[in-house]
């Protein structure tokens, strides 16, 4: 089942500008992930952030992750035009299948250059 | 980084006809692959757990008969879609991990028309 939400749904900004994107979970979990998905293509793995971790840095990526509040939220620094695209949160729970990702429901960011 | 691919990336069938859809980690053994379905403009829903050597595990609402995983080697998954109808046209993605708490990998996605 989906426990992933995502807000925005979607977000509209400009080049330069900052994008955030939030994603809530319901259930305990290993880690969560932050995929990127152009239109009608595969998911592009951006960063993962494990449960003991609060903040994570990849280039412009910068994520944050509360488990106690059950949240992590994206960000995007200086935007551009290519990073058009949908982005969904996943979490793998603790137990069961290994890999198994639930996701969110995604947030279509456009850039407008 | 790891790869899986997925074969063919577009197909179109006839309604009542079958259609095999292939998944394959090219540089890794998968002993565990996952099938999802994707609506336009909507998120990724799991539809089962392919097992090397044993049956899938599908998800509640998922037709075993109707989505047949099949996960004969530890390359290779394949998901039938069998006697198609217009409303099983969707995007179907794979995926595979190596190590769990680490990224999964996925397909490139397959795209279903049935006609």
């Known amino acids: 089942s989906q426990q992933g939400e995502e807000d925005p749904q979607a977000l509209s900004i400009q080049e330069g500008e900052n994008a955030t994107m939030n994603c809530s979970y319901k259930?305990?979990?290993?880690?969560l992930q932050w995929y990127r998905q152009n239109s009608g293509r595969g998911l592009v793995h951006l960063i993962l952030?494990?449960?003991?971790?609060r903040e994570k840095h990849s280039g412009r990526l910068r994520v944050t992750l509360d488990t106690s509040k059950k949240s992590s939220s994206l960000l995007i620094t200086a935007s551009r035009a290519a990073d058009t695209a949908s982005y969904f949160c996943?979490?793998?729970?603790?137990?069961?299948?290994?890999?198994?990702?639930?996701f969110g429901k995604g947030t279509l960011l456009t850039v407008n250059p | 980084g790891a790869v899986v691919s997925q074969h063919p990336s577009r197909v179109i069938c006839k309604s009542g006809t079958s259609v095999k859809i292939e998944c394959r980690s090219l540089?890794?053994?998968?002993?565990?692959m996952f099938w999802y379905r994707q609506f336009p403009k909507q998120s990724l829903m799991l539809m089962a757990t392919?097992?090397?050597?044993?049956?899938?595990?599908?998800e509640q609402g998922v037709e075993k008969d109707k989505f047949l995983i099949n996960h004969a080697s530890l390359t290779l998954s394949t998901l039938t879609v069998t006697s198609a109808h217009p409303e099983d046209s969707s995007f179907y993605i794979c995926?595979?991990?190596?190590?769990?708490?680490?990224?999964?990998?996925f397909g490139q996605g397959t795209r279903l028309t049935v006609v």
């Open positions: 540089d890794f053994q998968a002993t565990t």
């Open positions: 996943a979490t793998e729970g603790r137990g069961g299948s290994n890999y198994k990702l639930t």
């Open positions: 392919s097992n090397e050597g044993s049956k899938a595990t599908y």
């Open positions: 995926s595979a991990g190596i190590v769990r708490n680490t990224e999964a990998f």
């Open positions: 259930t305990s979990i290993n880690n």
């Open positions: 952030i494990r449960s003991n971790e």
